[in-house]
């Protein structure tokens, strides 16, 4: 997850090449100054091929114990059944789609003035200053935990490196002080 500064709006993609900081991004309203700085994960090229198994085996599941139903139910509980099943298939698609968009925008992980922006797996997420805790990085995991809750947010998957994981926490650590110090609108 390369450190790519802020070349690129990480909202929506704005080319923010000769915008001197601190600015906003022309097409989104993005705020960044000269701290921020944004980490970008690598898109796979076989994103698409991880949904298949689970539609996969929602389509097995129902498509094995509709038949066997079939003939024994009444037409209510027929309808309840298929009710179900579309209902299951609603919320994977839509958990699918969240994934998916994740995925084609770029997961990623900026420190900014607002505080941290987070885009993983499971949507976009804001963290003011005022409620960040520690990062905790890991090989298997990697979160962000709040000071006023129990709340995590999981980072993208893609600090493998560890140079890159002492980066990023550091420059948390340093954003978090500098902006609570120095801009009380921060923690807001």
Not at 90 to 102: K, L, Q, T
Not at 162 to 180: G, H, I, R, W
Request: glycine letters at 6%.
């Amino acid at each position: 997850m390369p450190d790519l500064g802020i070349s690129l709006c990480p909202l929506c993609g704005y080319s923010l090449e000769g915008l001197p900081p601190p600015h906003r991004c022309p097409e989104c309203g993005f705020e960044y100054d000269e701290h921020t700085r944004v980490w970008m994960a690598p898109a796979s090229r076989w994103q698409h091929l991880e949904y298949i198994l689970p539609l996969l085996a929602i389509a097995m599941i129902f498509g094995t114990l509709f038949p066997t139903f079939y003939g024994r139910m009444g037409r209510t509980w027929q309808l309840l059944f298929i009710a179900v099943a579309v209902g299951c298939l609603a919320v994977v698609i839509r958990a699918i789609s969240r994934h998916s968009d994740a995925n084609r925008r770029g997961q990623c992980a900026a420190v900014t003035p607002r505080g941290l922006f987070i885009r993983n797996p499971h949507g976009e997420e804001w963290i003011a200053w005022a409620d960040v805790g520690f990062v905790y990085l890991s090989p298997t995991f990697d979160y962000v935990t709040r000071c006023t809750s129990i709340q995590t947010t999981p980072l993208p998957s893609a600090f493998k490196d560890e140079d890159e994981q002492k980066s990023f926490a550091k420059a948390v650590a340093e954003a978090k002080t500098f902006y609570l110090e120095v801009s009380p609108r921060a923690s807001t």
